[in-house]
């Protein structure tokens, strides 16, 4: 279960967390355009919490096949404001700041940031690794395969991904660590070049490329391993999100990362009741 200190505060959860999608981008998958302007956000993020998420995790950079590569200013300038007027509405809650910039990392933490989501597990930054590892800040690590620029061509993964997986956490990890005691999440980047065979792996055998007992977060909402293999749209995927939500934490995971909260709240409420 996941276990985490910030800004003073030690923040320890019995059961799995549901981490809400906060994107402030135009041009995401799922939601772009949709939160533009504080007011879109700030009402977002009320009806997330009201829900249960535990943790809010926002986004300016859309890493979809495709989206407008931006600068780190305009990536720190649409993060900002929305850091800034979530933490003050929500002075408590968990906030998780999907960047794989050491810059835009910084400047988040120094505005009360909680936790850094790095879908680059530290390759595409090199600054990324030595800053967390320095002042031991929380960290989600995701399994990702090439360059930033070639992240939806490179070669895609097609057997033996538990191994794959493993063995990239292992080396990252061991980095991190060489600045003594750290704060990880493991992540194994499902939707980021694999087939959707091994997809479904990594969400059906999570202990085979947990390392160190660390917690598992699993990012499943509305991805393509749900509506192309049930042949409909991201719009209609909820469904699907939901059952391997449920299926992923049967098989173990610490944290759902989801669009949709109150029907992940439910299913961890559900599942848990498994444990009486």
Known sequence: MLRLTSRGHFFSFDRPVVMGIMNVTPDSFFDGGKYQGLTAVLEHC???VSEGADIIDIGAFSTRPGSERISDKEEIDRIIPALKAIRKDFPDILISIDT??????????????????????????????????????????????GTLEGMHKEEIISENVHQKVRQFFEKQVNKLMEFGEQQIILDPGIGFNKTIECNFGLLKDIDKYRINNLPV????????????TLNISTQEALNGTTTL????????????????VKEAVEAVKLTKMLDN
């Open 46 to 48: 009320h009806k997330m």
């Open 217 to 228: 977060l699993i990012g499943i909402s509305r991805k393509s391993l749900i509506y192309k």
């Open 245 to 260: 939500n449920t299926i992923a934490l049967l098989n173990g995971a610490d944290i759902l990362r989801v669009h949709d």
């Open 100 to 145: 794989f910039r050491q810059s835009v990392a910084y400047q988040c933490i120094e505005e009360g940031a909680d936790i850094i989501n790095d879908i680059s597990g530290g390759l595409f930054d090199e600054n990324m690794i030595p800053y967390i590892g320095k002042n031991h800040i929380p960290y989600i690590l995701m399994h990702i395969t």
